[in-house]
């Protein structure tokens, strides 16, 4: 690419999401040039085709409102091969031979190599995860040190920084996205508070399905609880409000949360925070360019080991090639992306294999939170598919000695029934019912009803629905990870991503800890689980021995990838260092989830929001003063 | 002003006094041809030449046929609607199918009569034919499950009102009656339809994605299954 | 009936009161009745013989020409909206019935809200004249409410320029000033601001009556502190609903709460400037920084939308009301079969769809800059087009009236529709759970549809929602369906458990988030 035709800026950033969003605002309002590349489709001036494309949609799934289109015209998942700026979609994350095949590069974006599915999926528009429930939760003190607080787990290692290092950058990020929680409620494990902090709006209520959960577990013996191996048996659970960017109040000129239920996909008001509302504000600077419908396509390094220019392929219209020339570069393109672009590009040094990797970790340790759910029904009815999809969880269970056995997990309490676990509530169990149908497995008797008698059951089956969700803690293995298809390329040309994927005994340990909470909770709560039965086929399921029984168990995807470009104190172990900086290249910062060396149990949104403020404020202190 | 008596309006009693904000009480209006053109404009894209009449007492027979299938009340589904002279002696012609902004009813309506119009048309017969019955809604869910042509359109007809969404009659039955049966597939109607869905108003909720309630309701209970669905 | 001899005695007694003043503009400075006193009760259907106490014929429309021009533009504001199902229309439903009863009531008010300041006629009225809306003896802009530090404020106070418009004031303090804020030129949730043909900004102001200012103050809404405050944990928010007098009589009625929301286009040329309803203004920029005065620009600025919400006893979820100018947009309908006028303010008929993309945003950054006053700093300008066309009912309303505002600027404006709820029941119903603190007065309990079913069920003025026009739920327009979702800052009490009930609904107006805090409070952290 000729050097004069290329774009110039100070900082050049790939990925317009919550990472790449709001370095550029930062950079933005410090009168610093900033261009944006984001490979999705533009945002537009209102959300009436999202929303409509939602509304129409026959699986509600996270992809759904979003461009690019899931299906083809034909009713068939659209073929990656042929879709220029792809992405994975939970519908191709079922059995082999079936219609959205996990293993069929027909169906999947992911050249899923297993042996297990990766079962997270993100978009490619304003970043790739407006879709995300808005979860705002901080990491434990622990979860920084798990190599020291935790020996025995050989794959564990420590981040270069702590929770006192993020403290401030924390509460920058809450302000920033708009973060609603009780200062003292949060206050768990460890998670401290400067004095007098308030987060910059108050919870959200409580749903009435919390209330319920609270109630069971607040009194328990030590024999219940044992199995947890926390420092001593609780005799109670405290259930705690989630801290999540959506508004309890007017802020900064969007509305207060009206209980659409609906935060995945979409929020049909944006009392939900995403990364539009920052994009708008970086643009508002005037110093902040996004160029849509932009796939970086290499990262060029030039002899001097900086990085002198990033390539890109355009394709709102013909294809055009260009490229971008700036002091600084910022990959955000998400766990996967940045290492797939990293691979995609050519060092000078033909030994080392893409840029940024002479630690040949770029890609490896790729991690998610492996989601384990159940459901039932509750003895009284707990009115689920009222508020934000979720409200409470469970936190206090994040971190003990446990730790050095198995890994931990974090509880979610859905407050919509049962609408994600069994494919789509109410028209699964509505079908059921109308149609003297079985799917959902309360329908016994394959009744088919009418009128009155069609009311009172489906009123007493929903009213009684409640979902609970663990988000598992994964460790870094060596051989997850991300590496390039040699033989599937996307729309315009580029390799694939490759996933190696497995759970290691350490998160599958985790995972039969949650079902055994689970099993405590349904007991204390009066739910009582259908007859489910995960079929042999199901990718995700895997069998594990509890209590002398064999017992079948299967994961999902938290949406949570994280781990393929690692920080570290030192160069030949992670890619990057504290502040997110190329130890291979000094003017190259790879930002978002991807920099975590261990994934804990919390959302990483939050985290990697403080990361990328304090990247940036590194970057306008140190790069560009 | 006056309040006015709080009532159901599947209930209303003829003489009513409707709602008036200023100045006095009008009776209920009389509708006689009114209501037969109002179904000409308000009808849209119908195969066969029925005349604007026809088609006001099929949509009065709509209404009341959905609201015996689906269990919730005809006043809920087509607001306003009013059976005249009374509700247990509903006259098709004087009978107020109803108006309201949203007039999901008609979309409905159209959206089945161009599909399967014969079996449609018995449909409302049936219900037609079983409006005064002292149990009309048994009446008409009996007649109804007398033969599969029938006993299938009305589920897909229930299954759209729910869910706002179009289950084939035919692809219902092969989802019983074959052995091993296909997924289940449906196709959402339209943006409006969906968020008129019934199921979750029946769960004391609102269609995923659709709130007209404000900040913190969930933090109550919810109000009677009543005030939902009318029954 | 009772309706037309009402509206007769009102009508009467309003000619009484004009007659204490001459209508010279010597005197425009001297007060008038304040509005909707008495209630204007003429309504659009009346019956046909007013003796008949049970009418055998149906009620007959009002006629709105030669012969009643003088009976209503004189009127006076309604204080309460009088509409029926019934009509002599027999192809019209209910609904339409009741639509076109809020339609007239529609054109009343804002008749009564545009009529001379002085009490004259509007068909007396030049462009410039002042309105009474305009008057600050009878509405109040926001930032007037919602001062710096949280400060009360009594309706009687003079109006404070900001520092940098004062010695423009002072010389003229009959002028309007519009203190710009995001809110000024950016649309709601900062959607984007809208470029006139001639390459200015659009700007939008937001004003209050009386009682609503009394209530603000009376629980110091005004200030961001207060709402926060234990004080304040239990009020349920519940402006003035208006109310006709009883039944027979003249007097005894209230408006009740009215807010109004404008949008101006900057006028340069006199020809505009003969088309529509100008004043004479000074126009603070927005401030950069706490230490630099921006400029203060004199302009003449032209109406070009009018918002107004008025809230009553039997339609709790307030009443909503928009009007534009007739040249602003093309409807989508004109444009396809290129029936197109010489010009528009926000839409140029000679350039084509791929050239200027319809409804776009203007491209970033949208802040004003302060050296190019209110020029948008490139060349872009808003192509807009009107995506829900005005019912033909409407359209044929909007003619009658202009007819009878012929000769003034009021003939170029026209009614796109009145969003009201539809349910009367919810509308003014009790929740089922019959407990007293939650009477009837704004119910925010009501399931599943707080908003009483609004019809019609969008609305969008192409100057003021210029972005979110459209027919999708909830992403599209609707007056309703969005305020129902305003709230405040308030708090739960401190001592209330998981279970106790709470509200923070504010009672349909975004208003209340703009109360600051008190200088030297801990408040959250907001801009």
């Given at each position: 690419?000729?050097?004069?035709?290329?774009?110039?800026?100070?900082?050049?950033?790939?990925?317009?999401?919550?990472?790449g969003?709001?370095?550029?605002?930062?950079?933005?309002?410090?009168?610093?040039?900033?261009v944006?590349?984001?490979a999705?489709?533009?945002?537009?001036?209102?959300?009436?085709?999202?929303?409509?494309r939602?509304?129409?949609?026959?699986?509600?799934?996270?992809?759904?409102?979003?461009?690019?289109?899931?299906?083809?015209?034909?009713?068939?998942?659209?073929?990656?091969?042929?879709?220029?700026?792809?992405?994975?979609?939970?519908?191709?994350?079922?059995?082999?031979?079936?219609?959205?095949?996990?293993t069929?590069p027909?169906?999947s974006?992911?050249i899923?190599?297993g042996?297990?599915?990766?079962?997270?999926?993100?978009?490619?528009v304003?970043g790739?995860?407006?879709?995300?429930?808005?979860?705002?939760?901080r990491?434990?003190?622990?979860?920084?040190?798990?190599?020291?607080?935790?020996?025995?787990?050989?794959?564990?290692v420590?981040?270069?920084?702590?929770?006192?290092?993020?403290?401030?950058?924390?509460?920058?990020?809450?302000?920033?996205?708009?973060?609603?929680?009780?200062?003292?409620?949060?206050?768990?494990?460890?998670?401290?508070?400067?004095?007098?902090?308030k987060?910059?709006?108050?919870?959200?209520p409580?749903?009435?399905?919390?209330?319920?959960?609270?109630?069971?577990?607040?009194?328990?013996?030590a024999?219940?609880?044992?199995f947890?191996?926390?420092?001593?048996?609780?005799?109670?659970i405290?259930?705690?409000?989630?801290?999540?960017?959506?508004?309890?109040?007017?802020?900064?000129?969007?509305?207060?949360?009206?209980g659409?239920?609906?935060?995945?996909?979409?929020?049909?008001?944006?009392?939900k925070?995403?990364?539009?509302?920052?994009?708008?504000?970086?643009?508002?600077?005037?110093?902040?360019?996004?160029?849509?419908?932009?796939?970086?396509?290499?990262?060029?390094?030039?002899?001097?080991?900086?990085v002198?220019?990033?390539?890109?392929?355009?394709?709102?219209?013909?294809?055009?090639?260009?490229?971008?020339?700036?002091?600084?570069?910022?990959?955000?393109?998400?766990?996967?992306?940045?290492?797939?672009?990293l691979?995609?590009?050519?060092?000078?040094?033909?030994?080392?294999?893409?840029?940024?990797?002479?630690?040949?970790?770029?890609?490896?340790?790729?991690?998610?939170?492996?989601?384990?759910?159940?459901?039932?029904?509750?003895?009284?009815?707990?009115?689920?598919?009222?508020?934000?999809l979720?409200?409470?969880g469970?936190?206090?269970?994040?971190?003990?000695?446990?730790?050095?056995?198995?890994?931990?997990?974090?509880?979610?309490?859905?407050?919509?029934?049962?609408?994600?676990?069994?494919?789509?509530?109410?028209?699964?169990?509505?079908?059921?019912?109308?149609?003297g149908?079985?799917?959902?497995?309360?329908?016994?008797?394959?009744?088919?009803?009418?009128?009155?008698?069609?009311?009172?059951?489906?009123?007493?089956?929903?009213?009684?629905?409640?979902?609970?969700?663990?988000?598992?803690e994964?460790?870094?293995?060596?051989?997850n990870?991300?590496?390039?298809?040699?033989?599937?390329?996307d729309?315009?040309?580029?390799?694939?991503?490759?996933?190696?994927?497995?759970?290691?005994?350490?998160?599958?340990?985790?995972?039969?800890?949650?079902?055994?909470?689970?099993n405590?909770?349904?007991?204390?709560?009066?739910?009582?689980?259908?007859?489910?039965?995960?079929?042999?086929?199901?990718p995700?399921?895997?069998?594990?021995?509890?209590?002398?029984?064999?017992?079948?168990?299967?994961?999902?995807?938290?949406?949570?990838?994280?781990?393929?470009?690692?920080?570290?104190?030192?160069?030949?172990?992670?890619?990057?260092?504290s502040?997110?900086?190329?130890?291979?290249?000094?003017?190259l910062?790879?930002?978002?989830?991807?920099?975590?060396?261990?994934?804990a149990?919390?959302n990483?949104?939050?985290?990697?929001?403080?990361?990328s403020?304090?990247?940036?404020?590194?970057?306008?202190?140190?790069?560009?003063? | 002003?006056?309040?006015?008596?709080?009532?159901?309006?599947?209930?209303?009693?003829?003489?009513?006094?409707?709602?008036?904000?200023?100045?006095?009480?009008?009776?209920?209006?009389?509708?006689?041809?009114?209501?037969?053109?109002?179904?000409?404009?308000?009808?849209?894209?119908?195969?066969?030449?029925?005349s604007?009449?026809?088609?006001?007492?099929?949509?009065?027979?709509?209404v009341?046929?959905s609201?015996?299938?689906?269990?919730?009340?005809?006043?809920?589904?087509?607001?306003?609607?009013h059976?005249?002279?009374?509700?247990?002696?509903?006259?098709l012609?004087?009978?107020?199918?109803?108006?309201?902004?949203?007039?999901?009813?008609?979309?409905?309506?159209?959206?089945?009569?161009?599909?399967?119009?014969?079996?449609?048309?018995?449909?409302?017969?049936?219900?037609?034919?079983?409006?005064?019955?002292?149990?009309?809604?048994?009446?008409?869910?009996?007649?109804v499950q007398?033969t599969?042509?029938?006993?299938?359109?009305?589920?897909?007809i229930?299954?759209?009102?729910?869910?706002?969404a179009?289950?084939?009659?035919d692809?219902l039955?092969?989802?019983?009656?074959?052995?091993?049966?296909?997924?289940?597939?449906f196709?959402?109607?339209?943006?409006?339809?969906?968020?008129?869905?019934?199921?979750?108003r029946v769960?004391?909720?609102?269609?995923?994605?659709?709130s007209?309630?404000?900040f913190?309701?969930?933090?109550?209970?919810?109000?009677?299954?009543?005030?939902?669905?009318?029954? | 009936?009772?309706?037309?001899?009402?509206?007769?005695?009102?009508?009467?007694?309003?000619?009484g009161?004009?007659?204490?003043?001459?209508?010279?503009?010597?005197?425009?400075?001297?007060p008038?009745?304040?509005?909707?006193?008495?209630?204007?009760?003429?309504?659009?259907?009346?019956?046909?013989?007013?003796?008949?106490?049970?009418?055998?014929?149906?009620?007959?429309?009002t006629?709105?020409?030669?012969?009643?021009k003088t009976?209503?533009?004189?009127?006076?504001?309604?204080?309460?909206e009088?509409?029926?199902?019934?009509?002599?229309?027999?192809?019209?439903?209910?609904l339409?019935?009741?639509?076109?009863?809020?339609?007239f009531?529609?054109?009343?008010t804002?008749?009564?809200?545009?009529?001379?300041?002085d009490?004259?006629?509007?068909?007396?009225?030049k462009?410039?004249?002042?309105?009474?809306?305009?008057?600050?003896?009878?509405?109040?802009?926001?930032l007037?409410?919602?001062?710096?530090?949280g400060?009360?404020?009594?309706?009687?106070?003079?109006?404070?320029?900001?520092?940098?418009?004062?010695?423009?004031?002072?010389?003229?303090?009959?002028?309007?000033?519009?203190?710009?804020?995001?809110?000024?030129f950016?649309?709601?949730?900062?959607?984007?601001?809208?470029?006139?043909?001639?390459?200015?900004?659009?700007?939008?102001?937001?004003?209050m009556?009386?009682?609503?200012?009394?209530?603000?103050?009376?629980?110091?809404?005004?200030?961001k502190?207060?709402?926060?405050?234990?004080?304040?944990?239990?009020?349920?928010?519940?402006?003035?609903?208006?109310?006709?007098?009883?039944?027979?009589?003249?007097?005894?009625?209230?408006?009740?709460?009215?807010?109004?929301?404008?949008?101006w286009?900057?006028?340069?040329?006199?020809?505009?400037?003969?088309?529509?309803?100008?004043?004479?203004a000074l126009?603070?920029?927005?401030?950069?920084?706490?230490t630099?005065?921006?400029?203060?620009?004199r302009?003449?600025?032209?109406?070009?939308?009018?918002?107004?919400?008025?809230?009553t006893?039997?339609?709790?979820?307030?009443?909503?009301?928009?009007?534009?100018?007739?040249?602003?947009?093309?409807e989508?309908?004109?444009?396809?079969?290129?029936?197109?006028?010489?010009?528009?303010?926000?839409?140029?008929?000679?350039?084509?769809?791929?050239?200027?993309?319809?409804?776009?945003?203007?491209?970033?950054?949208?802040?004003?800059?302060p050296?190019?006053?209110?020029?948008?700093?490139?060349?872009?300008?808003?192509?807009?087009?009107?995506?829900?066309?005005?019912?033909?009912?409407?359209?044929?309303m909007?003619?009658?009236?202009?007819?009878?505002?012929?000769?003034?600027?009021?003939?170029?404006?026209?009614?796109?529709?009145?969003?009201?709820?539809?349910?009367?029941?919810?509308?003014?119903?009790?929740?089922?759970?019959?407990?007293?603190?939650?009477?009837p007065?704004?119910?925010?309990?009501?399931e599943?549809?707080?908003?009483?079913?609004?019809?019609?069920?969008?609305?969008?003025?192409?100057?003021?929602?210029?972005?979110?026009?459209?027919?999708?739920?909830?992403?599209?327009?609707?007056?309703?369906a969005?305020?129902?979702?305003?709230?405040?800052?308030?708090?739960?009490?401190p001592?209330?458990?998981?279970?106790?009930?709470?509200?923070?609904?504010?009672?349909?107006?975004?208003?209340?988030?703009?109360?600051?805090?008190?200088?030297g409070?801990?408040?959250?952290?907001?801009?």
């Open positions: 690419m000729a050097a004069e035709s290329c774009i110039e800026c100070d900082v050049a950033i790939v990925g317009a999401g919550f990472a969003a709001l370095i550029a605002n930062e950079l933005g309002k410090a009168r610093k040039k900033v944006v590349l984001e999705g489709d533009r945002v537009p001036p209102n959300i009436n085709d999202y929303m409509k939602f509304y129409m949609a026959t699986a509600k799934v996270p992809e759904s409102p979003y461009t690019p289109e899931v299906f083809d015209g034909a009713g068939n998942l659209s073929d990656p091969s042929k879709v220029n700026a792809g992405r994975p979609t939970v519908l191709s994350l079922l059995p082999k031979g079936s219609f959205g095949d996990w069929d027909k169906k974006y992911l899923q190599k042996p297990r599915p990766f079962a997270s999926t993100y978009d490619r304003a790739g995860t407006s879709h995300w429930l808005g979860t705002c939760l990491f434990v003190p622990a979860d920084f040190k798990m190599k020291t607080n935790y020996p025995s787990v050989p794959q564990f420590d981040w270069p920084i702590g929770y006192d290092d993020l403290n401030p950058w924390y509460g920058k990020a809450e302000e920033e996205l708009g973060v609603s929680a009780d200062v003292e409620e949060q206050k768990y494990l460890g998670i401290q508070f400067p004095a007098n902090h987060y910059p709006m108050p919870k959200i409580s749903s009435l399905v919390d209330l319920a959960v609270a109630d069971a577990l607040k009194s328990l013996s024999d219940e609880t044992k947890l191996e926390m420092e001593t048996p609780p005799t109670q405290r259930v705690r409000n989630l801290p999540a960017a959506r508004n309890s109040q007017p802020y900064r000129n969007r509305r207060a949360c009206a659409n239920t609906n935060c995945i996909p979409i929020c049909p008001i944006q009392a925070y995403d990364p539009t509302i920052t994009l708008n504000d970086a643009t508002s600077t005037g110093f902040v360019r996004i160029l849509d419908r932009t796939v970086a396509s290499g990262i060029v390094v030039g002899e001097n080991g900086r002198s220019q990033v390539n890109f392929i355009q394709y709102a219209g013909p294809r055009a090639n260009g490229c971008v020339k700036a002091k600084i570069y910022v990959i955000a393109a998400n766990a996967i992306e940045t290492p797939r672009l691979l995609m590009s050519k060092h000078p040094d033909p030994n080392v294999k893409g840029v940024a990797n002479s630690s040949d970790m770029v890609g490896r340790d790729l991690m998610d939170h492996p989601y384990y759910v159940a459901w039932g029904l509750t003895a009284t009815p707990v009115y689920p598919y009222r508020g934000p979720i409200t409470s469970i936190g206090d269970l994040c971190d003990g000695p446990f730790r050095n056995k198995r890994g931990a997990f974090r509880v979610d309490i859905g407050n919509e029934g049962w609408n994600f676990v069994i494919g789509g509530d109410p028209n699964v169990t509505t079908l059921d019912f109308v149609n149908m079985n799917r959902s497995k309360v329908n016994v008797g394959q009744e088919a009803l009418f009128g009155k008698k069609l009311v009172e059951t489906l009123n007493d089956k929903f009213t009684h629905q409640f979902r609970v969700g663990f988000l598992v994964q460790t870094p293995d060596v051989e990870r991300v590496t390039l298809s040699s033989q599937f390329r729309g315009l040309g580029l390799p694939r991503p490759e996933i190696s994927y497995n759970l290691s005994d350490y998160t599958r340990q985790g995972i039969v800890a949650a079902y055994r909470m689970k405590l909770l349904f007991r204390k709560m009066g739910v009582k689980e259908p007859p489910v039965e995960i079929g042999k086929d199901e995700t399921r895997f069998e594990e021995l509890i209590d002398d029984k064999v017992v079948a168990l299967s994961y999902g995807g938290a949406g949570h990838v994280m781990g393929t470009c690692r920080m570290g104190s030192k160069k030949d172990n992670s890619v990057v260092n502040f997110q900086q190329s130890w291979d290249h000094d003017n910062y790879l930002v978002g989830s991807s920099t975590f060396p261990t994934g149990t919390a990483p949104t939050l985290t990697l929001a403080a990361l403020l304090r990247t940036a404020d590194k970057i306008l202190r140190e790069d560009l003063k | 002003m006056t309040d006015l008596p709080h009532s159901k309006p599947s209930s209303v009693a003829p003489g009513e006094k409707e709602d008036e904000s200023a100045g006095g009480f009008t009776r209920r209006r009389v509708l006689a041809g009114a209501a037969a053109a109002t179904a000409a404009i308000s009808v849209g894209a119908v195969d066969s030449p029925a604007a009449q026809t088609r006001h007492q099929d949509m009065v027979a709509f009341l046929l609201a015996a299938l689906t269990g919730i009340a005809e006043g809920k589904l087509a607001p306003n609607f059976p005249l002279p009374s509700p247990t002696n509903i006259d012609e004087q009978s107020d199918p109803g108006s309201d902004p949203v007039d999901v009813k008609q979309e409905y309506f159209d959206w089945v009569n161009k599909r399967h119009q014969a079996t449609f048309r018995r449909l409302l017969q049936f219900a037609k034919d079983s409006r005064n019955a002292s149990d009309r809604a048994q009446a008409i869910i009996d007649k007398a599969p042509d029938t006993k299938y359109l009305a589920r897909s229930v299954l759209m009102w729910y869910l706002g179009w289950y084939d009659p692809h039955r092969a989802l019983v009656e074959r052995p091993n049966p296909p997924p289940a597939k196709e959402v109607i339209s943006p409006k339809a969906y968020t008129q869905g019934w199921a979750l769960a004391q909720a609102h269609p995923m994605g659709f007209e309630m404000q913190g309701y969930w933090s109550r209970p919810p109000s009677a299954r009543t005030d939902f669905i009318g029954n | 009936m009772r309706n037309n001899s009402r509206a007769v005695l009102a009508v009467l007694s309003f000619v009161v004009l007659s204490c003043f001459s209508s010279s503009p010597a005197q425009a400075q001297a008038s009745k304040p509005l909707g006193q008495p209630c204007n009760l003429l309504s659009d259907l009346v019956q046909a013989d007013p003796r008949s106490p049970k009418p055998a014929v149906p009620p007959k429309l006629p709105i020409d030669a012969t009643t009976l209503i533009l004189n009127s006076g504001l309604p204080c309460q009088t509409v029926t199902g019934d009509g002599p229309d027999k192809t019209k439903t209910p339409e019935h009741r639509q076109r009863g809020f339609d009531y529609s054109w009343l804002f008749i009564a809200l545009n009529s001379p300041a009490g004259s006629g509007i068909d007396q009225s462009p410039n004249t002042k309105t009474k809306w305009e008057d600050r003896a009878n509405f109040k802009q926001l007037d409410v919602m001062l710096p530090g400060a009360a404020s009594e309706w009687t106070d003079k109006k404070q320029p900001p520092p940098g418009c004062k010695s423009q004031f002072d010389a003229n303090p009959d002028m309007m000033v519009i203190e710009m804020i995001e809110e000024t950016n649309q709601p949730f900062k959607t984007g601001p809208l470029i006139d043909q001639q390459g200015s900004y659009a700007l939008f102001d937001i004003l009556n009386r009682p609503m200012f009394d209530y603000i103050q009376k629980h110091k809404l005004y200030s502190t207060d709402q926060l405050s234990a004080a304040n944990s239990n009020l349920k928010i519940d402006f003035p609903a208006g109310v006709n007098p009883p039944e027979g009589q003249v007097e005894g009625g209230d408006p009740g709460g009215i807010i109004i929301k404008v949008s286009k900057i006028l340069e040329s006199d020809q505009e400037k003969r088309k529509f309803h100008t004043v004479d126009v603070s920029m927005p401030r950069e920084d706490a630099t005065e921006p400029p203060c620009l302009k003449t600025l032209g109406l070009v939308g009018f918002h107004v919400m008025h809230k006893k039997s339609r709790l979820q307030w009443i909503w009301t928009s009007f534009e100018h007739v040249d602003n947009v093309p989508k309908k004109e444009v396809d079969s290129r029936k197109l006028k010489p010009s528009y303010s926000f839409y140029n008929p000679r350039c084509n769809a791929a050239t200027c993309k319809v409804n776009e945003t203007p491209p970033w950054p949208w802040k004003p800059e050296s190019l006053g209110l020029k948008f700093h490139s060349p872009f300008k808003s192509q807009i087009v009107r995506v829900t066309p005005l019912t033909d009912d409407t359209k044929k909007n003619k009658q009236f202009q007819g009878i505002l012929k000769g003034t600027v009021w003939e170029n404006y026209m009614l796109l529709s009145t969003q009201w709820p539809s349910d009367f029941l919810c509308a003014k119903k009790e929740v089922s759970d019959p407990k007293p603190e939650l009477a007065n704004t119910d925010l309990e009501k599943p549809d707080m908003n009483c079913a609004p019809a019609p069920t969008y609305l969008a003025n192409s100057t003021l929602e210029t972005y979110s026009q459209g027919d999708i739920p909830l992403a599209s327009s609707s007056c309703m969005c305020h129902g979702n305003a709230a405040s800052y308030q708090l739960a009490p001592d209330a458990n998981s279970r106790s009930k709470f509200f923070n609904q504010s009672d349909f107006t975004f208003m209340l988030e703009k109360a600051r805090e008190k200088a409070s801990s408040g959250g952290s907001q801009r």
